[in-house]
């Protein structure tokens, strides 16, 4: 499900963003994920149906968008971590400030931001909600590595970009993760 939100679009608040780069998290069996410890107020909406928009704080003040991706009572999303403001760049750069067009919508919080999506669009479906989201005619071809800023599970390669891409984000390992394992020689 990851690689297929690739190179699809989502739109908010007059901005449409073309997604470069998505993280997925695995719910119940993955301790990086909201929903590890099962349902609370908090993540409930994690749990389905799919098609629904799940937004939560980070560090008290980045709003990060997910789209929750598996059937009613099996908790699962995708972090959507980055992409390029393909409409609506003036709406985006106002939300964003003087940043490169490349920034505008790269890492979650500029993502966010860059759409004008808040928590208040948590629970609202892709299809007649705030945020629309439109698939991509095909997978793009991508690359895939380990997880941003989890200090458990961090080594899944679950975190899935477009190559090239000015919109992507920079790899930063969580200092609380254990150390990357040895590359092979």
Not at 139 to 162: F, K
């Amino acid at each position: 499900m990851a690689a297929d939100l690739l190179g699809s679009r989502v739109s908010s608040g007059g901005v449409v963003v073309e997604l470069t780069e998505v993280e997925a998290y695995a719910g119940r069996s993955d301790p990086a994920s909201h929903a590890a410890r099962g349902v609370t107020a908090r993540n409930q909406v994690m749990f389905g149906p799919p098609g629904r928009v799940y937004v939560y704080l980070s560090y008290g003040m980045h709003q990060c968008m997910n789209l929750v991706c598996e059937t009613a009572g099996t908790a699962a999303a995708v972090l959507l971590r980055g992409g390029r403001v393909v409409s609506g760049v003036t709406q985006a750069r106002r939300r964003r400030g003087p940043v490169s067009d490349a920034a505008l919508a790269r890492g979650p919080g500029n993502l966010a931001r860059a759409l004008g999506v808040t928590l208040d669009v948590t629970g609202t479906t892709v299809w007649d909600g705030p945020v629309h989201w439109l698939p991509a005619d095909e997978v793009r071809p991508h690359r895939r590595g380990p997880r941003v800023g989890v200090s458990t599970a961090a080594d899944n390669p679950w975190r899935l970009w477009v190559p090239g891409e000015a919109s992507v984000s920079t790899y930063r390992r969580h200092p609380k993760a254990p150390p990357a394992p040895a590359k092979a020689t």
